[in-house]
């Protein structure tokens, strides 16, 4: 079936191919990212759409000596094919397997991380200097797309290159799409972009009809070719990238191997920064991501279960509150679907904001409306909304706004692996004033905390994973009330402990879904729902940090700066401790999870119901 497959190791075997054995082995190389994909889950819509752009690199330039940079990496699965790791596609995205997006310590065809959108052209500028400055005459290409443009970031760094002149080139793959619709005058800009093919097909036509003409043909061109601005300007070339000292050249067929090809052996030696513009379809090849590329941006295993979803229950409440309160405001960074807001949008667009991939304006823009009386919340995923933590502390939480984060897929997250791992927003907000940490249990306790979000006058964040097994109530041993008799004021609600027949003074203070669903597997502690890991509820641990007791914390984030850091401080400062009271933390320690599975991320940090249970019955 792959029979070219199994021929390429190395970009340099590509090289031996002819153009027809190439156009055959990207059919292959779809085939291949499709089954792996639709077996374990990945991106598969962007890296179909992306190819031909990855055959025709490796094909021009000399990986790894060259260096070929992805932004964003979710479009590189043909270039991993292509370097050495088709073998191990079976099992991407996984711990046996290779990571989803570039790894540089996974091989060294993989130049510069890249998980996250919109810093490879800033990574390529240094790299393009350094080999300046070392005389080894690489040759750096950026591959930018997927709404990765639109991020702040690449363009501070088009900024330095039309300064510096480095002499990179930059693919645009631009297939109209991010992982939301793309958004935003940017996006008009290459629309208008597209149109000027009309303008290169006119050009062309007349070149060859007139250059034929007899002793005047040439010159009869030069006069025509003065009016170039003006057509361009009729058919939509602004000329935005050649403004900032940076040349343009297309738009191309991005799926047209002969020519791209040709593209980038013409651009290779510039002496200076070039854009070369191509157009892709998002999901090539594909029938169902070409019809759908949004949902086929990023898809789940074929085997995966399916649970609840807190991101629905975002959009849904977020309606619900819109209809009665019209200043509620929803915004998002190209995350509609993802976070759930999506339906909010349809249902409420004149309220509602995509900013596409620009976080720290989606927040500034939020502490803007919220000077004014709007109510805001972004919805953001947990490892992107790090990228705006100046904008948090600066302009929503020294001013005291009350704006919103609504922070999805915190705690491990799993196949994405190391580079949207959700582990550090806790430890991240935790350090900023006026801000307060919620975690919901399950759906019911997070639509509750929307409903107290709408009428909250300060500063707050909600994080949960992407979805959760069940609304769960607890069992008698660990009630904690009906949910009117804990409303969430300033002190945020103090939960009760249960059942007098437990002998020991042994506590287990969780938060969220999957910490509670773990610590409702044992027996022998009374079980707290913290709920608030920001402010502590100090009543709550004066009253249970007596006689010798032990409190263990368990917490589905990094240890540094965890609600079991900030329970250990304040009851050393009460002197608590000093009585006795010894306080054991179970996280995710303090290093990057690189693993692809929950469980195991679990597994390797003693988060267990086997490990808890047997810390309990070995407590004197």
């Known amino acids: 079936m792959f029979e070219l497959l199994q021929k390429v190791n190395s970009p340099d075997d590509l090289k031996k191919f002819s153009l027809k054995e190439l156009e055959k082995y990207a059919e292959e190389v779809r085939g291949r990212i499709t089954q792996a994909s639709i077996k374990n889950g990945g991106h598969l819509a962007p890296s179909l759409g992306a190819v031909e752009i990855a055959i025709a690199l490796h094909f021009v330039l000399n990986s790894p000596h060259d260096k070929i940079l992805w932004d964003v990496g979710h479009q590189a699965y043909a270039h991993k094919i292509i370097c050495g790791r088709q ?20 091989s060294e065809h993989d130049a510069f991380i890249s998980g996250h959108s919109s810093n490879a052209l800033s990574a390529a500028t240094g790299i393009s200097r350094a080999d300046r400055l070392n005389g080894t005459n690489k040759k750096v290409a950026v591959v930018i797309g997927d709404g990765a443009l639109t991020g702040g970031m690449a363009f501070e760094a088009l900024n330095d290159l039309g300064a510096t002149k480095e002499p990179i080139m930059i693919i645009l793959n631009d297939n109209d799409m991010s992982i939301s619709k793309n958004v935003g005058a940017l996006s008009r800009h290459f629309a208008s972009l597209r149109i000027s093919k009309s303008y290169h097909r006119l050009k062309n036509r007349i070149r060859r009809v007139v250059s034929g003409i007899p002793f005047v043909g040439k010159g009869i061109f030069k006069l025509l070719d003065k009016t170039r601005k003006a057509i361009s300007a009729v058919v939509g070339t602004h000329k935005m990238f050649e403004h900032m000292g940076i040349s343009y050249y297309g738009p191309y067929d991005g799926h047209d191997l002969a020519n791209i090809i040709k593209v980038f052996k013409q651009s290779k030696d510039l ?28 898809i789940s295993p074929a085997l995966e279960n399916k649970e609840n979803s807190f991101s629905k229950i975002v959009g849904e409440t977020l309606c619900e509150l819109a209809s009665e309160n019209s200043k509620i405001y929803a915004i998002t960074a190209a995350m509609a679907q993802g976070t759930g807001l999506d339906i909010f949008r349809d249902k409420y667009p004149k309220n509602y904001s995509d900013v596409a991939i620009a976080e720290q304006h989606a927040v500034t823009l939020a502490a803007g409306l919220a000077t004014d009386g709007i109510k805001p919340f972004v919805a953001v995923y947990s490892s992107f909304l790090q990228r705006a933590y100046d904008q948090i502390m600066h302009d929503v939480a020294i001013c005291n706004l009350p704006v919103t984060f609504l922070i999805d897929r915190a705690g491990v997250i799993g196949s994405d692996g190391v580079t949207h791992q959700g582990l550090f927003d806790i430890a991240y907000l935790s350090s900023i004033p006026n801000i307060a940490i919620m975690a919901p249990k399950d759906g019911l306790e997070f639509k509750a905390m929307i409903e107290f979000a709408g009428s909250y006058k300060a500063p707050l964040a909600i994080r949960y994973p992407k979805s959760y097994k069940k609304d769960f109530g607890f069992t008698s041993r660990i009630e904690l009330g009906k949910w009117e008799e804990f409303p969430f004021v300033e002190g945020f609600g103090k939960p009760k402990t249960l059942d007098s027949k437990i002998e020991k003074q042994i506590y287990i203070i969780a938060y969220g879904n999957r910490m509670l669903e773990l610590a409702a597997k044992t027996q022998g502690a009374r079980i707290i729902n913290a709920r608030c890991i920001k402010p502590l509820d100090t009543n709550l641990l004066d009253s249970v940090a007596i006689n010798n007791s032990t409190i263990i914390v368990l917490e589905d984030a990094i240890e540094s700066g965890s609600l079991a850091s900030s329970i250990t401080s304040y009851l050393s400062k009460e002197g608590s401790i000093a009585k006795g009271t010894k306080v054991i933390p179970l996280n995710l320690g303090d290093e990057f999870i690189h693993s692809h599975s929950i469980q195991k991320a679990f597994e390797l940090n003693n988060l267990t119901s086997e490990y808890i249970q047997n810390l309990i019955d070995n407590i004197k």
């Open 87 to 106: 073998n191990q596609f079976d099992d991407l995205r996984t711990d046996e397997g290779i990571s989803g997006f570039i790894k540089p310590i996974e």
């Open 271 to 298: 002496k200076c920064p070039v854009i070369l513009h191509l157009n892709t379809t998002k999901g090539k090849g594909f029938e169902a991501s070409e019809k759908d590329p949004s949902n086929y941006h990023g």
